[in-house]
């Protein structure tokens, strides 16, 4: 048996929520074993340049990525682009529109924070933005720890930014539609990301992918740093019963708060389709 490809296909830096450069990542990525990578920042195609070249200077393949907010059935869901061209004016607009609601929502977050007493949320959360289009729950994260009214982020979350919590602010992203429109025009493939974190119903989530098939979608996350190890084979199920190709990345943000470090999630389950199959055409 050959020994899979070591492909992580999700990942971000400072250009969107994550702590290191594209370069680093690229380094560390390599030092991992990894063969293909894609840099996926939240709504921003800003870093791809550095990361292609970064990819090449560690002897990596590489693929153009960006992960794209969207809101399905009043959720919020992410879909990784791969393999589009970086130029197409389409895809570039849309996601300068989807970024363009965050400073706005921002501020809102940081009201809603004053009111429970923690006051001066904004400019302290600016303080970790990378990229001042894209401020996100995780900068504000971060300025919560760092001033000591949570010890983690995902404490920070739990108590502060999900659903129903002072600090959350109900969001129109781009539509599923939109997105998937994005991707292909541009020649990219479209990916359902991390499908397990949703909060769907069975319905719903039948729903949701369905849709994106109709949409000319074809990828789905099996193997990501937000799957347990049951929820991959359930994946791949879905996979197969929805005829899409399956994809592998951690989803890594940071040395400090990622469990899952670059290249180190298991294969994909056997009897898939891997996207890297599809997308050789793509991989630069
Ligand atoms: P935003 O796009 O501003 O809504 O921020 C979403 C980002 O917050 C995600 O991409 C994750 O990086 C991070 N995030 C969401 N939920 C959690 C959580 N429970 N714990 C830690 N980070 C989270
Ligand atoms: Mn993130
Ligand atoms: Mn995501
Ligand atoms: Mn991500």
Same mark, same amino acid.
């Given at each position: 048996?050959?020994?899979?490809?070591?492909?992580?296909?999700? /990942?971000?830096?400072?250009?969107?929520?994550?702590?290191?450069?594209?370069?680093?990542?690229?380094?560390? *990525?390599?030092?991992?074993?990894?063969?293909?990578?894609?840099?996926?920042?939240?709504?921003?195609?800003?870093?791809?340049? @550095?990361?292609?070249?970064?990819?090449?200077?560690?002897?990596?393949?590489?693929? &153009?990525?960006?992960?794209?907010?969207?809101?399905?059935?009043?959720? &919020?869901?992410?879909?990784?682009?791969?393999?589009?061209?970086?130029?197409?004016?389409?895809?570039?607009?849309?996601? @300068?529109?989807? $970024?363009?609601?965050?400073?706005?929502?921002?501020?809102?977050?940081?009201?809603?924070?004053?009111?429970?007493?923690?006051?001066?949320?904004?400019? #302290?959360?600016?303080?970790?933005?990378?990229?001042?289009?894209?401020?996100? $729950?995780?900068?504000?994260? @971060?300025?919560?720890?760092?001033?000591?009214? /949570? $010890?983690?982020?995902?404490?920070?979350?739990?108590?502060?930014?999900?659903?129903?919590?002072?600090?959350?602010?109900?969001?129109?992203?781009?539509?599923? +539609?939109?997105?998937?429109?994005?991707?292909?025009?541009?020649?990219?493939?479209?990916?359902?990301?991390?499908?397990?974190?949703? +909060?769907?119903?069975?319905?719903?989530?039948?729903?949701?992918?369905?849709?994106? +098939?109709?949409?000319?979608?074809? #990828?789905?996350?099996?193997? &990501? #740093?937000?799957?347990?190890?049951?929820?991959? !084979?359930?994946?791949?199920?879905?996979?197969?019963?929805?005829?899409? *190709?399956?994809?592998?990345?951690?989803?890594?943000?940071?040395?400090?708060?990622?469990? &899952?470090?670059?290249?180190?999630?298991? *294969?994909?389950?056997? #009897?898939?389709?891997?996207?890297?199959?599809?997308?050789?055409?793509?991989? !630069?």
């Amino acid at each position: 048996m050959t020994t899979p490809l070591n492909a992580d296909l999700h /990942c971000h830096s400072v250009v969107s929520d994550g702590t290191l450069t594209p370069e680093a990542l690229a380094e560390r *990525a390599r030092g991992n074993g990894v063969e293909l990578w894609a840099l996926t920042d939240h709504d921003e195609i800003g870093g791809l340049q @550095r990361a292609r070249e970064a990819a090449h200077a560690q002897g990596m393949k590489y693929l &153009t990525g960006v992960e794209i907010s969207i809101t399905f059935l009043n959720q &919020t869901v992410h879909i990784v682009g791969l393999g589009f061209d970086a130029d197409n004016t389409t895809l570039r607009d849309g996601l @300068r529109q989807t $970024r363009g609601g965050r400073g706005a929502r921002a501020m809102e977050m940081s009201d809603g924070l004053a009111k429970v007493g923690i006051h001066g949320a904004y400019e #302290g959360a600016l303080k970790f933005v990378g990229n001042p289009e894209l401020i996100s $729950r995780t900068h504000f994260a @971060r300025f919560l720890v760092e001033s000591g009214v /949570c $010890r983690e982020t995902s404490e920070v979350f739990r108590k502060y930014l999900t659903e129903g919590k002072p600090g959350f602010v109900p969001h129109r992203w781009a539509t599923l +539609k939109d997105a998937v429109t994005w991707i292909t025009a541009a020649g990219g493939m479209a990916i359902i990301a991390h499908p397990a974190r949703y +909060k769907f119903t069975p319905n719903e989530e039948y729903a949701l992918f369905t849709e994106f +098939k109709g949409y000319g979608g074809q #990828g789905v996350e099996v193997v &990501t #740093g937000s799957h347990s190890v049951p929820e991959y !084979q359930i994946y791949a199920e879905t996979a197969k019963e929805f005829g899409l *190709a399956a994809s592998r990345g951690s989803d890594f943000h940071s040395p400090d708060e990622s469990h &899952t470090e670059l290249g180190t999630l298991p *294969a994909l389950p056997s #009897g898939l389709t891997p996207v890297w199959e599809l997308l050789s055409s793509r991989i !630069q």
